[in-house]
């Protein structure tokens, strides 16, 4: 099994049911340049690092569904580790050691931000109107029906993947999410989009 190769395996079979486009991107990533791919996880945990036990049961879920998808264990954390012990290391450790699991991906929500624009309702080239008299007729009714604004929401998330072998970080990267429909649709594009920059950065292939 090419351990990390489950997130690109898992776009492709979100993509074959869906739009090849998504409204999540990469705006920063690191991959460890010690790591040498293809490595081998047996269990990976899935963890998301919210007070919010629906959204956990949605997002790890989502995530973890498509781990298996891909051939892989994957684990819901809200599965094996009560919220009342998440704070407390050493219980999470030994919880996560019982069950033998050797990879985790922490999910962390960053902040959502708005942004506001106006949409024109005017041509979108200069050569739409190359007669003045033409323009005329177009620009005085337009007056009374100017355009209309949009305001877009912008989920920021930060995603980890960490070998609990070694304890060492093998890739981090920080996404933008735009006008997320839900939390579970949200954590499929986000292993999607994950997938791809892995790709880009050398770790799967």
Request: some cysteine; proline content about 4%; hydrophobic content about 40%.
């Amino acid at each position: 099994m090419r351990v990390l190769s489950y997130l690109l395996t898992a776009a492709l079979i979100f993509a074959m049911g869906a739009c090849a486009t998504t409204s999540t991107r990469i705006t920063d990533s690191w991959a460890n340049p010690e790591v040498k791919a293809p490595l081998a996880f047996e269990k990976v945990i899935v963890l998301l690092v919210s007070k919010n036990h629906d959204m956990r049961v949605a997002v790890e879920g989502a995530i973890a569904a498509r781990l298996q998808q891909a051939g892989l264990t994957g684990i819901p954390a809200n599965m094996s580790i009560p919220d009342e012990v998440l704070k407390d290391r050493e219980k999470v450790k030994e919880q996560l050691g019982q069950i033998h699991v050797d990879g985790v991906i922490v999910i962390r929500y960053q902040g959502t931000t708005e942004r506001t624009q106006y949409v024109s309702t005017s041509p979108a080239f200069w050569g739409a109107y190359p007669s003045f008299w033409g323009y005329y007729n177009y620009a005085w009714p337009s007056v009374w029906d100017p355009g209309y604004y949009v305001t877009d929401s912008y989920v920021k998330v930060e995603t980890r993947i960490y070998d609990l072998r070694t304890d060492k970080l093998i890739w981090g990267g920080m996404s933008q999410t735009m006008n997320p429909r839900d939390a579970q649709a949200a954590a499929t594009e986000l292993a999607q989009t994950v997938g791809a920059a892995m790709r880009e950065d050398g770790l799967i292939k």
